[in-house]
């Protein structure tokens, strides 16, 4: 992941890159709120947007829970902490939930979740 924030302020934009077997997923930029600024140990709760490609596509007699699209645009919301473990980088242990269309729309009210738990390691830019 990566993360920006000035010095003293409480919010700070960042974002990650996650993949597993079946997807990858990408959030470009989100605004997190740091209620404790500058301190080695920081709690976050942050939202942004995300992009989702599946791996495989689903077969049409079985389809799957992560829909037919290539690409799938959603919102996501973020809590975790960021621990400072040596100039300009941080491990970061996060909870995700992220909703996607599951059509071609992004606005479309045929929805489908996603939520995840990640543990990794960051910079500060």
Do not use: C, I
């Not at 992941?1 to 079946?22: D, I, M, N």
């Not at 829970?65 to 621990?83: D, P």
């Not at 729309?105 to 045929?110: E, K, L, T």
């Amino acid at each position: 992941g990566w993360a920006y924030r000035k010095t003293g302020a409480v919010l700070e934009v960042g974002g990650h890159l996650a993949s597993s077997r079946q997807l990858t997923e990408v959030t470009p930029m989100a605004v997190r709120f740091v209620p404790l600024g500058d301190t080695r140990v920081r709690p976050f709760l942050g939202v942004g947007v995300s992009l989702l490609m599946p791996h495989t596509r689903p077969q049409p007699a079985a389809p799957d829970a992560l829909g037919s699209r290539v690409l799938q645009v959603g919102l996501e919301f973020s809590g975790g902490v960021g621990v400072e473990v040596g100039r300009g980088f941080f491990l970061s242990a996060e909870a995700r939930y992220q909703n996607f269309s599951a059509g071609g729309d992004p606005f479309s009210g045929n929805r489908q979740t996603l939520t995840s738990v990640f543990l990794g390691l960051g910079m500060r830019l």
